[in-house]
């Protein structure tokens, strides 16, 4: 189950637009009270008060949908959260996001033991106020809840992981007139990312002809190891000269031993998912009919309901396209880097841990 921030903008709009909402921290005096909303992922409107100075006034804030993605993004069900760590201590308006949403019905505040680490003792401290979804179990709405089981529960608090990218060198020059920067670099990391984790399992990696010219580092990103110079060195697309062709321009193709083809990857990071299914789809068409490609959209966490909507159109449903968010990839990017994860240690149904299938039951039906 993922949670969105459309989710998140839904329940806080649904709870009473004439109440105001108390912060948990019985010691804070402020209050918040939902005004509206820019758009179905925010961002979300809101004023503030506080009943004990400038005789109650009110001032405006604005909860905005970067801020509601990355707690969103970070939500797993019935696992506390720290908003702090989440956010890094950034937005002065966290705290309004946290007291509104603790009020929706599928979360509770609770305050969890905290494990502490010296030397080779440990004990368990009271801990700091986390924000827990428990969808399974909604309370009122509108009513701040306390979740025992969350407040029981101990929490050891070990670094989060990293990802670290050389430089890229992007110039204008090297991009189409309406490509971004900042998108196209982006794109190139993830990518750049997918050759790695491929390169761990035992994969060779195809990626797409324009951008084997970018400088990573002190390399191209043609030149890096495990990235194949000529798809026609692929023995399993020795005959299918159509389909070598359409290939070209596909961000990212896993190869394993000659014949199979682990994983076809589009990166939507600015030219649109219809764009990418379509190059997909044209090489399904054209290519080898092996039974276990996955055929994969990968993209920002926030487009996960624009893939899964496009994936499910009557044309492209014949891939059983697989979503592969950019945090999963990350994830196992990092975990492939510290864990040196090998493809003697996991097999290729690994994978299917981190991509999500798009195809609705209906759609399956």
Known sequence: MKLTASNIVKAILNLPRDQWFEYINEKTRSQVKVKSAAGPEG??????????????????????????????????????????????GSYNTRSLLEALLAHTPEFYWCIPGRIELINNSSEIKRGHKHIVWMPGSPHQNGVLTESKTGSDQAISEIPTQTIIYDSLAITEKLLPSEMNIDVKRR???????????????????WIAHNDKGF???????????????????????????????????????????????PAVMEVEQSTGVTSGLTRMKKFQDLGPRLADIRWVIVAADEDREEVIRKANTLQFQSMNTRYFSYSAVEELYSLCKRRKISNKAVNEEFLDCFMEPCLTEFSLN
């Open 43 to 88: 961002s979300i409107y809101v004023e503030r008060r506080n009943p004990t100075k400038n005789s109650g006034a009110a001032s405006t804030a604005t909860l905005s949908s970067a801020m509601i993605w990355r707690i969103a993004n970070a939500y797993s069900p019935n696992v506390p959260i720290n908003f702090d760590r989440v956010l890094a």
């Open 215 to 261: 400088q990573y580092g002190e390399k191209k990103v043609g030149e890096l190891e495990g990235v194949i110079a000529r798809l026609s060195d692929e023995r399993v697309l020795a005959s299918y000269e159509e389909a070598r062709v359409a290939a070209n321009l596909i961000d990212c193709i896993w190869f394993k031993n000659g014949k199979l083809m």
């Open 187 to 205: 794109h190139l990391q993830i990518q750049i990312a997918l050759i790695e984790i491929g390169l761990q399992l035992g994969f060779r990696t």
